[in-house]
């Protein structure tokens, strides 16, 4: 048995979802004639109470898009510098929007509103323009923790206040929904534009959406055409997406407890100096000093478990469909 404990990102298609997928009405999404694409925009936008929805094949294109349409060449960005859209995103806020960005210090990777107000670049012709706030919930390399809609609404305020736009990198949303018990649509009202991923913990093979209002989308679809993101035949995955939006939100809540059960493994070994908060799916440790990440995800796969290095002492367990009850247990024994 191997565990794969590397991303929520290595889940399979269940075999409903595949009977979905075989069964999509297709057409040439390009063209905009594609019915399972468009009723999976429709229904995305109307979760969060948006206007339009676009669908693309990977979460960063999303959040790429949304940087590209709302900012000019030389605007500034600010965002956590943790955030996914600054690390892993292969510099695309310097290669697609000609922007530059301004890096907070947040606790575990979140902005809060005083973050906010204090990284806004003054109004002064040597400098960037602030343009675009971009939060991430939940927080990758934060260990999986998530925004409340209080901490949200503070940083709308701050925004509106300066005239900032406010975008979400919500990859990972669903599971902050499960565990604070907020809506999409509470959410929806908070942002200009919103990214979800389908293929983490929803399990889909692949896509993400972009959410925001008709103007939004509408540029976004230029520009994703632009980046070579266009597709065809696209309903055989966008049924994927519709499948997982009706039948496995809920279910993340199994992963966020299998996700905490591990926390008492770990505390156990003597190689492992801290645990990162568990708060959903996402499970960081730090090794003592001694160790190297490099080597203990070496050793750990030779066990036949997969993980991430996610720095020099860190390593990261994410827990996901495909990551069952036996395999927690099959996890323990081979940890021990």
Same mark, same amino acid.
């Given at each position: 048995?191997?565990?794969?404990?590397?991303?929520?990102?290595?889940?399979?298609?269940?075999?409903?979802?595949?009977?979905?997928?075989?069964?999509?009405?297709?057409?040439?999404?390009?063209?905009?004639?594609?019915?399972?694409?468009?009723? @999976?925009?429709?229904?995305?936008? *109307?979760?969060?109470?948006?206007?339009?929805?676009?669908?693309?094949?990977?979460?960063?294109?999303?959040?790429?898009?949304?940087?590209?349409?709302?900012?000019?060449?030389?605007?500034?960005?600010?965002?956590?510098?943790?955030?996914?859209?600054?690390?892993?995103?292969?510099?695309?806020?310097?290669?697609?929007?000609?922007?530059?960005?301004?890096?907070?210090?947040? +606790?575990?990777?979140?902005?809060?509103?005083?973050?906010?107000?204090?990284?806004?670049?003054?109004?002064?012709?040597?400098?960037?323009?602030?343009?675009?706030?971009?939060?991430?919930?939940?927080?990758? +390399?934060?260990?999986?923790?998530?925004?409340? @809609?209080?901490?949200? +609404?503070?940083?709308?305020?701050?925004?509106?206040?300066?005239?900032?736009?406010?975008?979400?990198?919500?990859?990972?949303?669903?599971?902050?929904?499960?565990?604070? =018990?907020?809506?999409?649509?509470?959410? =929806?009202?908070?942002?200009?534009?919103?990214?979800?991923?389908?293929?983490?913990?929803? =399990?889909?093979?692949?896509?993400?959406?972009?959410?925001?209002?008709?103007?939004?989308?509408?540029?976004?679809?230029?520009?994703?055409?632009?980046?070579?993101? =266009?597709?065809?035949?696209?309903?055989?995955?966008?049924?994927?997406?519709?499948?997982?939006?009706?039948?496995?939100?809920?279910?993340?809540?199994?992963?966020?407890?299998?996700?905490?059960?591990?926390?008492?493994?770990?505390?156990?070994?003597?190689?492992?100096?801290?645990?990162?908060?568990?708060?959903?799916?996402?499970?960081?440790? *730090?090794?003592?000093?001694?160790?190297?990440?490099?080597?203990?995800?070496?050793?750990?796969?030779?066990?036949?478990?997969?993980?991430?290095?996610?720095?020099?002492?860190?390593?990261?367990?994410?827990?996901?469909?495909?990551?069952?009850?036996?395999?927690?247990?099959?996890?323990?024994?081979?940890?021990?």
């Amino acid at each position: 048995m191997i565990i794969d404990l590397r991303s929520d990102t290595v889940t399979k298609p269940t075999p409903a979802m595949l009977e979905a997928m075989f069964r999509a009405e297709v057409g040439d999404d390009v063209s905009g004639d594609d019915p399972t694409v468009n009723a @999976l925009e429709e229904k995305a936008a *109307r979760l969060f109470g948006k206007e339009a929805a676009l669908f693309c094949p990977s979460g960063t294109m999303t959040n790429q898009l949304a940087i590209r349409t709302h900012t000019r060449p030389g605007d500034d960005v600010i965002c956590d510098q943790l955030s996914h859209v600054y690390l892993y995103e292969g510099g695309g806020i310097a290669v697609n929007a000609l922007a530059s960005v301004t890096l907070t210090q947040g +606790k575990f990777g979140k902005l809060t509103p005083e973050l906010v107000r204090d990284h806004i670049q003054p109004d002064d012709v040597h400098r960037p323009r602030t343009q675009l706030v971009c939060l991430e919930n939940t927080v990758n +390399k934060g260990g999986g923790c998530y925004y409340t @809609l209080p901490e949200i +609404k503070a940083i709308r305020d701050v925004c509106d206040e300066h005239g900032l736009i406010l975008h979400l990198d919500g990859a990972r949303l669903f599971n902050a929904l499960v565990e604070t =018990g907020e809506t999409p649509l509470e959410h =929806g009202t908070l942002f200009d534009s919103i990214s979800i991923c389908l293929s983490k913990g929803l =399990g889909c093979p692949v896509g993400s959406l972009l959410l925001g209002t008709r103007d939004v989308i509408k540029q976004a679809r230029r520009y994703r055409k632009v980046m070579g993101g =266009g597709w065809r035949q696209a309903g055989y995955l966008a049924a994927a997406g519709l499948y997982a939006l009706d039948h496995h939100i809920d279910r993340l809540k199994d992963d966020h407890r299998r996700a905490s059960a591990i926390e008492p493994m770990l505390r156990s070994l003597p190689e492992v100096e801290d645990i990162y908060p568990i708060d959903t799916n996402i499970v960081i440790f *730090r090794l003592n000093e001694t160790v190297l990440a490099t080597d203990y995800v070496r050793q750990l796969a030779e066990k036949g478990i997969r993980c991430s290095v996610f720095g020099k002492h860190l390593v990261r367990f994410v827990t996901h469909l495909d990551f069952t009850d036996d395999h927690l247990a099959e996890l323990q024994k081979r940890l021990a």
